[in-house]
């Protein structure tokens, strides 16, 4: 069947069974007194920032729940991001896998923890902050926006929004009651091992919850196969994929009141050994080898708040207040071989260290005005401190005696950025059918550069400003289907690196200059959608445009320095992205749950059209079977994903070629539930990934050839009480 008839097959099955938000989203996760399953709607708090029921929120979303979570406890909860529409992911590995939003990814998707930004200004842009750094067992759910959230947000929203929300503190329990956990995972691929506990409960006005987490998992194998150009004879190694890491969270409240509570959480997350995965270059054509190590990364974080409820005062009625600091340790080194003959290469080698400490905070308040608005304003702050060391060693041999190459001055100088912004928002209720929300944001943000060991030069100071605003509507034709329509605007302020590095780039291929001149990116993006939501089905579709002004990008500027050639970050790319992204669910039979989705999506750059700047997928399909036993005792299901052949291939030299191959993938899960009791639940879960032992790469890593693992069987083992 050709891509174009199987796309038609699968988005008319869409509209044939109807479908929830995501293929996530809901399902018969309980029973009702006869038995029968039936679902609970979930309330989604990261688009608006009040809790909304699923249906009932105007903007394109998606939903992991916490019976996802449970029941395919993959290395990271961005793993089920493939599966869903308009998402995708980037990255192999435990350690390293990150999300893509509509084909936008890197510093352009902001990583929320519990609403609370995890990106800091130190990153490259392509390379967003690590969902790893929270752990994924200890999840309540993760919400995706798609689309801006720069109202709400702020810098980095300009794509997209992923909040990782944790199980939270036991306030509703009463007091003496305690809960808690052992669950342990397992992987054959990769030899992954990942026990864990939690502990949570309430003593008079004071409740807690502590998650621990300890993982190690050596590289995986992908299987023999071709793959475009690539073929591999046996299964490969794909070195650097492992990990030593853990989590530990503490968290803890006090209830002063019913209507005032204090709050703090402390987390630690330590990793080892950790890498960006490659395959031997020897065994895909030759070139260039490129490796890229994170031998030790350390991040602390401690946030303490005040949550303030039903309050009556004449500006506000909720109160919000959170301030958290954080410290990330991280040590980098890049070995890299690039070959210049038969007997000819340049060797080199790059150690790096930085230290990024962060404050933050945001003060929101609410108010409900009348019985139709909802006004919610406030302020965030976030200041980030860089401190940087750096030692380059480069080696060429072949030209006679080697020639070496020593460097110590940091290529990016202390510095910091810092950004302060003012938002504000009202949900109207303009009649029993309508609800509209506009809102708006201004953003003041500075960076500046320290005096810097072995750097030379007096400090460098830039600040930009930005404005961004958000118009959403949702009409309910009926109480079962909804029209929903959507206009954001937003940005994205040039980072640290973008801004302030200066030096030799770490393959010795070019000298990259500081423009310290730089403004934030901007985008103004539309969505039309249609969602229906009925008992026993659902479906929604969303169309969706996109353009990204002032895109930032390294160009050549025609000039040298020191020899080497000189490229520099300019405010230069006018990038599009249009699609179509559809999901599908029904209920069948009261035991089986029959779901699809299809995404289509376009990416070009306006100033350079003939030059593809595609970072994800082109089209997908996905479908679902599941069976759920009707007590509830254990559950099954059958997926499978294909991804259409896309010529939309990012600038670069790939040993794929300058198209890159569909590909299909098939899942199998299961669920038992074993042993219970009024007290004490024992689940066992079991997966088995990529039954077809297909070699294939998702197109995030397709460039830097880096293929997914190939077969492998998941097992997870809880028991709570």
């Given at each position: 069947?050709?891509?174009?008839?199987?796309?038609?097959?699968?988005?008319?099955?869409?509209?044939?069974?109807?479908?929830?938000?995501?293929?996530?989203?809901?399902?018969?996760?309980?029973?009702?007194?006869?038995?029968?399953?039936?679902?609970?709607?979930?309330?989604?708090?990261?688009?608006?920032?009040?809790?909304?029921?699923?249906?009932?929120?105007?903007?394109?979303?998606?939903?992991?729940?916490?019976?996802?979570?449970?029941?395919?406890?993959?290395?990271?909860?961005?793993?089920?991001?493939?599966?869903?529409?308009?998402?995708?992911?980037?990255?192999?590995?435990?350690?390293?896998?990150?999300?893509?939003?509509?084909?936008?990814?890197?510093?352009?998707?902001?990583?929320?923890?519990?609403?609370?930004?995890?990106?800091?200004?130190?990153?490259?842009?392509?390379?967003?902050?690590?969902?790893?750094?929270?752990?994924?067992s200890s999840l309540d759910r993760v919400e995706v926006v798609r689309g801006p959230s720069s109202?709400?947000?702020?810098?980095?929203?300009?794509?997209?929004?992923?909040?990782?929300?944790?199980?939270?503190?036991?306030?509703?329990?009463?007091?003496?009651?305690?809960?808690?956990?052992?669950?342990?995972?397992?992987?054959?691929?990769?030899?992954?091992?990942?026990?864990?506990?939690?502990?949570?409960?309430?003593?008079?006005?004071?409740?807690?919850?502590?998650?621990?987490?300890?993982?190690?998992?050596?590289?995986?194998?992908?299987?023999?196969?071709?793959?475009?150009?690539?073929?591999?004879?046996?299964?490969?190694?794909?070195?650097?994929?492992?990990?030593?890491?853990?989590?530990?969270?503490?968290?803890?409240?006090?209830?002063?009141?019913?209507?005032?509570?204090?709050?703090?959480?402390?987390?630690?997350?330590?990793?080892?050994?950790?890498?960006?995965?490659?395959?031997?270059?020897?065994?895909?054509?030759?070139?260039?080898?490129?490796?890229?190590?994170?031998?030790?990364?350390?991040?602390?974080?401690?946030?303490?708040?005040?949550?303030?409820?039903?309050?009556?005062?004449?500006?506000?009625?909720?109160?919000?207040?959170?301030?958290?600091?954080?410290?990330?340790?991280?040590?980098?080194?890049?070995?890299?071989?690039?070959?210049?003959?038969?007997?000819?290469?340049?060797?080199?080698?790059?150690?790096?260290?930085?230290?990024?400490?962060?404050?933050?905070?945001?003060?929101?308040?609410?108010?409900?005005?009348?019985?139709?608005?909802?006004?919610?304003?406030?302020?965030?702050?976030?200041?980030?401190?860089?401190?940087?060391?750096?030692?380059?060693?480069?080696?060429?041999?072949?030209?006679?005696?080697?020639?070496?190459?020593?460097?110590?001055?940091?290529?990016?100088?202390?510095?910091?950025?810092?950004?302060?912004?003012?938002?504000?928002?009202?949900?109207?209720?303009?009649?029993?059918?309508?609800?509209?929300?506009?809102?708006?944001?201004?953003?003041?943000?500075?960076?500046?550069?320290?005096?810097?060991?072995?750097?030379?030069?007096?400090?460098?100071?830039?600040?930009?400003?930005?404005?961004?605003?958000?118009?959403?509507?949702?009409?309910?034709?009926?109480?079962?289907?909804?029209?929903?329509?959507?206009?954001?605007?937003?940005?994205?302020?040039?980072?640290?690196?973008?801004?302030?590095?200066?030096?030799?780039?770490?393959?010795?291929?070019?000298?990259?200059?500081?423009?310290?001149?730089?403004?934030?990116?901007?985008?103004?993006?539309?969505?039309?959608?249609?969602?229906?939501?009925?008992?026993?089905?659902?479906?929604?579709?969303?169309?969706?445009?996109?353009?990204?002004?002032?895109?930032?990008?390294?160009?050549?500027?025609?000039?040298?320095?020191?020899?080497?050639?000189?490229?520099?970050?300019?405010?230069?790319?006018?990038?599009?992205?249009?699609?179509?992204?559809?999901?599908?669910?029904?209920?069948?039979?009261?035991?089986?749950?029959?779901?699809?989705?299809?995404?289509?999506?376009?990416?070009?750059?306006?100033?350079?059209?003939?030059?593809?700047?595609?970072?994800?997928?082109?089209?997908?399909?996905?479908?679902?079977?599941?069976?759920?036993?009707?007590?509830?005792?254990?559950?099954?299901?059958?997926?499978?994903?294909?991804?259409?052949?896309?010529?939309?291939?990012?600038?670069?030299?790939?040993?794929?070629?300058?198209?890159?191959?569909?590909?299909?993938?098939?899942?199998?899960?299961?669920?038992?539930?074993?042993?219970?009791?009024?007290?004490?639940?024992?689940?066992?879960?079991?997966?088995?990934?990529?039954?077809?032992?297909v070699l294939y790469a998702e197109t995030g890593n397709a460039g830097f050839f880096r293929p997914?693992?190939?077969?492998?069987?998941?097992?997870?083992?809880?028991?709570?009480?």
């Amino acid at each position: 069947m050709s891509l174009l008839r199987a796309s038609r097959a699968l988005l008319a099955l869409t509209f044939l069974i109807g479908a929830p938000l995501t293929a996530q989203t809901q399902r018969p996760a309980r029973t009702d007194s006869t038995g029968r399953p039936f679902t609970v709607a979930p309330l989604i708090v990261t688009a608006t920032h009040s809790p909304l029921s699923l249906a009932r929120v105007p903007q394109a979303v998606t939903l992991i729940d916490s019976a996802s979570l449970r029941e395919r406890p993959n290395s990271s909860p961005i793993q089920l991001m493939g599966d869903l529409p308009g998402l995708d992911l980037t990255g192999v590995g435990p350690n390293q896998e990150r999300p893509v939003i509509r084909g936008v990814r890197g510093q352009r998707i902001l990583l929320l923890e519990d609403g609370l930004r995890l990106n800091n200004s130190r990153r490259q842009q392509d390379f967003g902050e690590l969902p790893a750094l929270v752990d994924g067992s200890s999840l309540d759910r993760v919400e995706v926006v798609r689309g801006p959230s720069s109202v709400l947000y702020g810098s980095d929203a300009i794509g997209g929004v992923v909040n990782l929300i944790g199980a939270g503190l036991p306030w509703g329990e009463s007091s003496g009651t305690i809960h808690g956990g052992l669950r342990y995972t397992y992987s054959g691929n990769g030899n992954e091992s990942r026990p864990g506990a939690s502990l949570s409960g309430r003593l008079g006005r004071t409740v807690f919850r502590v998650d621990g987490t300890s993982r190690t998992a050596d590289a995986y194998n992908a299987p023999a196969g071709s793959f475009g150009n690539v073929t591999l004879g046996g299964s490969e190694k794909v070195l650097d994929t492992g990990v030593r890491d853990r989590n530990i969270t503490a968290a803890a409240g006090y209830a002063l009141s019913e209507r005032h509570r204090l709050f703090f959480k402390g987390s630690t997350y330590a990793a080892d050994d950790a890498g960006f995965g490659f395959v031997d270059p020897a065994d895909i054509g030759g070139g260039a080898r490129v490796q890229i190590l994170y031998p030790r990364q350390r991040v602390t974080r401690g946030t303490v708040g005040y949550l303030g409820r039903s309050l009556g005062f004449a500006l506000f009625d909720r109160v919000d207040a959170s301030f958290y600091a954080q410290g990330n340790k991280r040590d980098l080194a890049q070995n890299i071989t690039v070959p210049f003959g038969p007997s000819a290469q340049g060797d080199f080698h790059t150690r790096n260290f930085t230290d990024v400490g962060s404050i933050g905070g945001r003060l929101e308040a609410a108010k409900l005005v009348g019985m139709r608005t909802l006004v919610t304003y406030g302020a965030d702050y976030f200041r980030d401190r860089t401190t940087n060391t750096d030692h380059d060693t480069t080696t060429i041999t072949g030209f006679g005696p080697p020639m070496v190459r020593i460097d110590s001055a940091p290529n990016l100088p202390n510095a910091s950025f810092r950004a302060l912004g003012l938002f504000a928002q009202g949900d109207v209720k303009v009649t029993s059918r309508l609800n509209v929300i506009l809102g708006a944001r201004y953003q003041d943000n500075h960076a500046e550069t320290r005096t810097t060991p072995n750097l030379p030069g007096a400090p460098i100071a830039s600040t930009d400003r930005a404005v961004a605003g958000a118009f959403n509507a949702l009409f309910a034709l009926t109480d079962e289907i909804s029209i929903i329509g959507t206009v954001g605007r937003g940005f994205r302020s040039p980072n640290l690196v973008e801004r302030f590095f200066d030096g030799v780039t770490p393959e010795g291929s070019g000298y990259q200059s500081r423009n310290p001149g730089l403004t934030p990116e901007t985008s103004l993006s539309t969505d039309l959608g249609v969602r229906l939501h009925h008992r026993g089905y659902a479906f929604e579709a969303f169309g969706f445009r996109t353009t990204l002004t002032d895109g930032i990008r390294v160009v050549a500027t025609g000039d040298s320095v020191s020899g080497f050639p000189e490229y520099q970050n300019v405010n230069i790319d006018k990038l599009s992205s249009w699609g179509v992204e559809t999901s599908g669910r029904a209920l069948l039979a009261q035991v089986f749950t029959a779901s699809a989705s299809f995404t289509w999506m376009h990416q070009e750059n306006s100033n350079e059209p003939l030059t593809p700047v595609g970072q994800s997928y082109a089209s997908k399909l996905t479908a679902t079977l599941r069976y759920d036993h009707p007590a509830g005792h254990f559950w099954s299901d059958v997926r499978a994903r294909h991804e259409g052949a896309t010529d939309q291939v990012a600038l670069g030299t790939s040993p794929v070629g300058t198209r890159y191959p569909g590909f299909t993938t098939i899942g199998v899960d299961g669920g038992l539930r074993m042993f219970d009791s009024d007290r004490i639940r024992h689940n066992v879960t079991v997966s088995l990934e990529n039954a077809g032992n297909v070699l294939y790469a998702e197109t995030g890593n397709a460039g830097f050839f880096r293929p997914a693992p190939g077969r492998q069987v998941r097992l997870g083992w809880t028991t709570e009480f």
